[in-house]
């Protein structure tokens, strides 16, 4: 079971959007749109930003988005700002009813 | 509010066994929606999810630890537990507990969809270091 590759850093300006991309197999990302992404600050423990690829828990800033093609699927974060400067892990569903996550991005505001 | 804290020794000596229990309060771990799961993270590493469990005690895990892992549940006490035999130094990780929604339809005023695992809330995760 491998884990989903992300790329390990991103950076952008406040205001701009970002784009982590989330690549796996058809067995996990490409098999089933049970896809979730996870926001952790430094020390703390990780919070739901995006589930079932592209939906938002309530309280979550739509400035969150969430999408899949193929294997891989994307989250991107519009407007960006210095509060969203964190560490971002993809995770999926797999064919054998695991879960498997991403390698983790380190996002930086620049 | 639903609240998971785990609890457990900070220190492991190698080649024994890692014991940790998540206590969940603001809820029932019975459930029929969710189900619990532990997930790790070694120091400056990503996620690593080890396993999970129903409150009828069905299990998954990780192909890679189920020959070391066991996780139980008791319901009476609203308690969800783990266990890694023979530890090593690899074993060290911050070990969170959290809920996950079932896989399964689901439907909200008439509108059903197909919803997947995914893990809200998290504990505030424990360390446990392996060394003698």
Same mark, same amino acid.
């Given at each position: 079971q491998s884990a989903l590759t992300q790329p390990a850093s991103v950076s952008g300006s406040p205001g701009q959007s970002i784009t982590i991309s989330c690549t796996g197999t058809s067995s996990d990302v490409g098999g089933y749109n049970y896809v979730s992404w996870y926001q952790q600050h430094p020390g703390k423990a990780p919070k739901l930003?995006?589930? /079932?690829?592209s939906d938002r828990p309530s309280? %979550? @800033?739509?400035r969150f988005s969430g999408s899949k093609s193929g294997n891989t699927a994307s989250l991107t974060i519009s407007g960006l700002q210095a509060e969203d400067e964190a560490d971002y892990y993809c995770s999926s569903y797999t064919s054998i009813s695991t879960q498997v996550f991403g390698t983790g991005t380190k996002v930086t505001v620049l | 509010q639903l609240q998971l804290q785990e609890s457990g020794p900070g220190l492991v000596k190698p080649s024994e066994t890692l014991s940790l229990t998540c206590t969940v309060s603001g809820g029932s771990i019975s459930s029929s929606s969710y189900y619990w799961g532990w997930i790790r993270q070694p120091p400056g590493k990503g996620l690593e999810w080890i396993g999970s469990i129903y409150y009828s005690g069905s299990t998954n895990y990780r192909p890679s630890l189920e020959s070391r892992v066991s996780i139980s549940v008791d319901t009476s006490k609203n308690q969800f537990s783990v266990k890694l035999s @023979? %530890? @090593? !130094? !690899? /074993?060290?990780a911050v070990y969170y507990c959290a809920r996950a929604l079932r896989l399964g339809r689901y439907c909200t005023n008439g509108v059903c969809s197909d919803r997947g695992p995914w893990f809200d809330p998290w504990g505030q995760g424990t360390l446990v270091t392996v060394s003698s």
């Open positions: 930003m995006i589930y /079932d690829v309280g %979550v @800033s739509n | @023979s %530890v @090593s !130094a !690899a /074993d060290t």
